[in-house]
């Protein structure tokens, strides 16, 4: 089986999914070779073949040339799958490819079952196993669902990659840094909420701190918010906002209705709490019972050393 | 300026979803049914394009589906699309991605369109094929994930949101595609005298079978509910033990841990 | 004594002014929609005795029976200045043409009213100027008011000049009848007669004038309420005044309020009803918090802006003629200017009209909003939870469905009550409770939707409308009669506004049916559990709504064995907690936090427990506890005070 990757790298690095994609190609036990619109610094480190086309030619974001690169490669290499980051350029790019292709595609394989791809359905609420129904497909791989576990030392061997195209009809105008917003949970992939349990005003930099070692944004509840400890940027809750990250860590918070309205829609929720049978346990994928003050900076340490 | 919004209903995610019979789909009984949230910012921008036109354009609103979807597409129309389009179809779960894309270009094909509007994914496949599969088939421009929209003299200024909130500019010239992003807008709240105008707006029916010609290129083998992810575990005793134990469950059943 | 060539002139031009006036402001009312205001004669005329003649609500306050004085001494001297005005045009004639046995106990009455009249008037004055209440004045009026002494000053005009002429013209030793009089014809004894003539002739000038002139003030003045208020009770909503009416939603129609003349012609009424005696005001938990609305201020606006005949929006900037959306969202429609207003005015209807326009016509709302409505469309419930998890609170016990033709009470449990865990405590101690008296109950379980309160409340009566017609439905085809609720929202809204969907269902709150039942001996709590220092806290729908006062405190007593203490502020003048009328979900931006107004209030107290009927209120108390830092002050429902004593046993 042989898999064609398309790495991904954005304003001069390589990105990590590119990484993730290997792994994957390694659970499927796939021949692996990759392609990149890049530079050969970006490389990846990985001791296979790859189609370098080269960025300053054909563009940052091209999906017009990108695609003719991969099919370029496709054609050279005839892979079984031609596998994407399920990212803002894979999900972009691969439809584009499978079109032209007509061959199938499945998106956001999260999971290979007994050699079948598995993907996810509603939110999560369901899973299901996709296959393509001729022998080439193309696949996009969830974000963080494959770790790469090996070295990142291999060398590749790099073959330039030319198109006939020369020009798309779209046009690339430039990036806009991430906005330097007091706060943005309705985007966050992490939120750590503090509640009432923090108990005074002076503690929540403790949550803050957790949720800054998280990687995550910090979010409050109602009466942390009204009682001016954080702004109301940070309110999740009814009469707040509406989030749904992938974790949310809910501390000395004890479950309003309110406040879990506004939040159970998160992929998985830890809650640190003192009371086991606060209303927020019903909720929560974890419960932790205990003091969150005295927990936090244990839990910030250790995620700061791993 | 002729504006077409692809659409589709979604069952409501918060209900409990129950494997079917035959175990390839969701039982479909007992589920209540909505607009996909990411359309709803499809059909808002249409709107404020067609408002932004001085009404001028004509913005036509399509769903696949059985009757049912007639609700999300009066809902759309209430929002302010001019005309509904329902591709009959019973069996639309069955679907791939492929075989809507196919539908929707088939419906496309000889009218015209200047901007297409869809969803970035749906909420219960969450492919992210459709949209941009379309503008593939019928040769238009595409960018995909947008939170930003203007338009100008036939380009489209698009932004894209992309990973770590930074956000990529792009100018596609019309005829063009755009798959819409949450908060790229804020939907409206459809008025009461244009729930009442959306009644009288006309619904086309197509039978599906005069679109699709193609062929499902994937299928579903096999449906069923995740292994429970956390499930009340409790966690309790001494902190460094907790911390560490919660940290291992973190990277075993979430995807932000690395 | 001739006629005056002036008068009759002068009479005939105030007269015709006077009708003008009226004829001006009435034809204004008639801009209003249509609304039928005429049925049930009986009922509207016993409550013109009522509010009117015995002034029921007026004496409710210290100083309402200055008022009641007033207000009768206005009635007799009504025929006392009509024949001022006869004999003005025919001397020698109306009254003093009676045999004296008639004439003299009226002369006595008419002097010795107007004696009061004075009294009452100089005692208006002084409360104005010297310690007026500060519900008197608001922004746009003060307690000293040129209008207000105008009018008072013209109404003790009108007395002293009577008292002057009358005693100006008695012959010593005359006057037995005229006691008042006469005693200030003896300071003007030994005055030459031409001098007394003069002092005579002015003062009946001054009174002819001053008359006219004040009959002429009433039409374009607040005093509009002497003609009016009468007429206003006549014409009170016999149904529940907080009731709004039903919309139809037709092709064509307008929906809400967004100008005068689509309120109804008695809406229009109201506002020249208005007296601005500030009593809404006074007792309104937004105007108290310092929020913009004044209900008082809504009916004024109405007032300004039918007068200047729409120029200016009805909602709008705040100014003088237009509300604000600010104060229209601010209401939590407990209905306290409802049950105090003197003149039955209905300000709570006028503003749910007006969110009706904004919300259905212009969809303008605070944003917090948007949630509530999609998750009330879509699910039914405000949270957004799905509503397969309605039933899931009976897993504890074992499956109580209704079954039509076997269950005697409908057990519907309300949203809150499903879900919320906090109050999810309350429904099952509900359900113990009925178990224990072995009342038959069942549930709707997942096929249960909201009663629609908040939306309706909100103006959004077109989803309102969907909700109430789908439960009315489900309860006729399962032939339910009789629901129990342990929610003031939910039985208020069953109770009453469902009536307009044309079902009669026996709908009692969890307190007057748990107060039966004790009543009936079916609930013995024996040992009785101390809650401490009880108080027991009003909740709007199931008092001032539905006038249920006695059944939770029977209940508290009961499960206690003792009576419960009262808020400073209770019964028809409690203080909301701040969650009705859709508040419950949105944010309070502006001013203090209504339950921490309520709470500090109890806390004066010192109370162990604060007993409560609603959920809404469970949870405002609850947070308002905590934000006071008095968490060890317990909230509870009096299903839960009953349920404990039970389980005492």
């Not at chain 1, 609420?125 to 001729?134: D, E, F, I, W, Y």
Request: hydrophobic share 40%; aromatic share 8%.
């Amino acid at each position: 089986m042989k898999a064609l990757l398309v790495c991904e790298q954005r304003e001069g690095k390589l990105l990590d999914t590119s990484y993730e994609l290997v792994a994957f190609a390694e659970r499927l036990g796939a021949e692996v070779s990759l392609v990149l619109v890049g530079t050969p610094a970006q490389a990846p480190q990985v001791a296979a073949k790859l189609y370098l086309a080269d960025v300053n030619k054909y563009g940052e974001y091209s999906p017009e040339l990108h695609k003719h690169i991969v099919l370029a490669a496709a054609l050279k290499e005839n892979p079984d799958y031609i596998i994407f980051p399920h990212s803002s350029y894979g999900w972009d790019l691969a439809p584009r490819v499978a079109a032209t292709l007509r061959v199938g595609q499945v998106s956001e394989v999260v999971n290979i079952v007994d050699g079948k791809l598995e993907v996810s359905l509603c939110n999560g609420k369901l899973r299901r196993t996709v296959s393509p129904k001729a022998a080439r497909a193309v696949l996009t791989v969830q974000a963080g669902a494959f770790n790469y576990a090996g070295q990142k030392s291999g060398a590749p061997q790099v073959e330039a990659i030319e198109i006939s195209q020369g020009s798309s009809a779209l046009q690339f105008v430039g990036y806009e840094p991430a906005e330097k917003k007091d706060v943005d949970l309705g985007r966050a992939e992490i939120i750590v909420s503090a509640g009432r349990g923090v108990g005074k005003k002076e503690n929540v930099g403790v949550i803050a701190d957790l949720a800054k070692a998280f990687g995550g944004e910090l979010g409050a509840s109602r009466p942390v918010v009204d009682a001016g400890w954080v702004g109301h940027s940070h309110q999740v809750g009814t009469t707040g906002q509406t989030v749904s990250p992938k974790l949310y860590v809910a501390c000395g918070i004890s479950g309003a209705i309110q406040h879990l309205a506004g939040m159970k829609k998160s992929d998985f929720i830890v809650a640190i709490n003192k009371d086991k049978d606060a209303p927020i346990s019903e909720a929560a994928d974890v419960m932790v019972v205990a003091d969150v003050l005295a927990l936090a900076p244990v839990l910030a340490e250790k995620l700061r050393a791993a | 300026m002729n504006i077409l919004v692809c659409i589709k209903q979604v069952p409501d995610m918060e209900s409990r979803f129950k494997v079917n019979g035959t175990g390839d789909w969701y039982d479909e009984a007992d589920l209540a049914y909505r607009m996909n949230e990411y359309d709803e910012y499809a059909v808002e921008q249409a709107v404020q394009l067609k408002e932004q036109l001085g009404n001028q354009p004509e913005i036509t609103v399509l769903s696949i589906g059985a009757d049912r979807v007639g609700e999300a597409l009066k809902k759309a129309l209430a929002m302010g699309c001019d005309k509904a389009v329902q591709v009959q179809d019973n069996d639309s779960a069955r679907k791939d991605p492929w075989q809507i894309a196919n539908i929707i270009a088939a419906f496309a094909g000889d009218k015209n369109f200047d901007v297409i509007f869809t969803g970035m994914q749906s909420q219960d496949r969450g492919s992210a094929q459709v949209g941009v599969t379309v503008a593939e088939i019928l040769g238009h421009n595409c960018a995909s994930t947008l939170v930003g929209f203007e338009y100008a003299d036939g380009v489209v200024t698009a932004k894209r949101e992309l990973e770590g909130g930074v956000k990529s500019v792009v100018k596609v010239p019309v005829p063009a595609l755009v798959t819409c992003q949450l908060g790229l807008n804020v939907p409206r709240y459809p008025t009461l005298p244009n729930i009442m105008k959306a009644k009288k707006k006309e619904l086309q029916l197509v039978p599906v079978a005069s679109l699709l010609k193609e062929e499902a290129a994937t299928g579903t083998e096999k449906l069923y509910p995740p292994v429970k992810s956390g499930g009340g575990i409790v966690l309790e005793g001494d902190l460094g033990d907790i911390a560490d134990r919660l940290l291992g469950i973190l990277k075993e059943k979430t995807t932000v841990m690395k | 004594m001739q006629s005056h060539p002036y008068f009759m002139p002068l009479l005939f031009v105030a007269v015709l002014t006077f009708c003008y006036s009226c004829y001006q402001r009435l034809q204004l009312v008639t801009v209003g929609a249509a609304e039928n205001r005429f049925d049930r004669p009986g009922e509207r005329l016993a409550g013109v005795l009522s509010y009117a003649f015995g002034q029921k609500r007026v004496l409710s306050r210290p100083f309402g029976v200055n008022h009641f004085v007033l207000f009768w001494a206005f009635l007799l001297l009504l025929v006392a200045n009509a024949d001022f005005l006869w004999q003005g045009l025919f001397p020698g004639g109306g009254l003093s043409a009676l045999p004296e046995g008639i004439r003299h106990p009226l002369e006595f009455a008419f002097d010795l009213v107007s004696l009061l009249a004075l009294v009452s008037v100089t005692v208006a004055l002084a409360r104005r100027l010297f310690f007026a209440p500060s519900y008197l004045g608001n922004e746009y009026t003060k307690p000293r008011s040129g209008e207000a002494l105008l009018i008072l000053g013209m109404i003790a005009t009108l007395m002293a000049a009577y008292f002057l002429m009358n005693a100006a013209r008695l012959a010593p030793g005359e006057g037995s009848w005229q006691p008042v009089s006469r005693a200030v014809s003896l300071v003007m004894q030994g005055l030459p007669a031409a001098t007394l003539e003069a002092v005579a002739l002015t003062s009946w000038w001054v009174h002819a004038i001053v008359l006219l002139l004040f009959l002429n003030l009433l039409p374009r003045s607040k005093h509009m309420h002497i003609l009016t208020a009468i007429p206003n009770c006549y014409f009170r909503s016999l149904d529940h005044p907080a009731v709004p009416p039903r919309e139809e939603f037709q092709m064509g129609n307008r929906f809400g309020v967004s100008g005068v003349e689509q309120f109804s012609w008695k809406d229009l009424l109201d506002s020249f009803s208005c007296t601005e005696c500030g009593r809404c005001q006074d007792l309104c938990p937004a105007h108290n918090t310092g929020k913009s609305l004044n209900p008082r201020r809504v009916v004024h606006d109405l007032k300004v802006n039918l007068l200047e005949k729409g120029g200016k929006p009805l909602i709008g900037p705040k100014e003088e003629g237009t509300s604000c959306e600010e104060a229209l969202w601010d209401c939590t429609t407990c209905g306290a200017c409802l049950s105090v207003c003197p003149v039955l005015i209905e300000h709570l209807p006028k503003i749910v009209k007006m969110r009706r326009h904004l919300v259905q016509e212009k969809a303008r709302f605070p944003e917090e909003l948007l949630n509530l409505f999609e998750n009330m469309e879509q699910r039914s419930n405000p949270w957004g939870i799905a509503p397969s998890e309605r039933g899931k609170w009976i897993s504890v016990l074992e499956e109580r469905d209704f079954k039509p033709g076997e269950t005697e009470y409908l057990f519907f449990v309300g949203c809150a009550g499903s879900f919320d865990s906090r109050a999810k405590q309350t429904t099952l101690a509900l359900a113990t409770t009925l178990d224990r008296a072995g009342i038959s109950w069942g549930i709707l379980g997942k096929d249960e939707i909201c009663c629609g309160d908040s939306v309706r409340r909100l103006g959004n009566e077109f989803v309102f409308d969907k909700m109430a017609r789908g439960n009315v439905e489900l309860f006729r085809e399962r032939g339910v009669k009789k629901i129990v609720t342990a929610c003031p929202h939910c039985f208020s809204t069953l109770k009453n506004d469902y009536k307009q969907y044309g079902i009669e269902l026996e709908v009692v709150h969890h307190s007057e049916l748990i107060a039966q039942l004790v009543r009936d001996g079916k609930l013995k709590a024996p040992k009785k559990a101390s809650q401490g220092k009880v108080l027991f806290h009003d909740s709007c729908y199931l008092g001032r709504h539905n006038d249920t006062y006695t059944a939770p405190r029977a209940v508290i007593e009961a499960a206690t064995g003792g009576t419960p203490g009262d808020f400073e502020r209770n019964r028809e003048n409690g203080f909301c907690c701040g969650a009705g009328g859709g508040r419950m979900w949105m944010e309070e931006q502006t001013g203090a936090r209504i339950n921490h107004e309520r709470v500090k209030e109890a806390l004066k107290q010192e109370p162990d427990t604060i007993c409560v009927s609603c959920p809404y209120c469970m949870t405002m108390l609850e947070d308002g506890l905590k934000d006071q830092g008095a968490e060890k002050v317990r909230v509870k429902d009096i299903a839960e005070v009953m349920a404990e004593a039970l389980n005492d046993r």
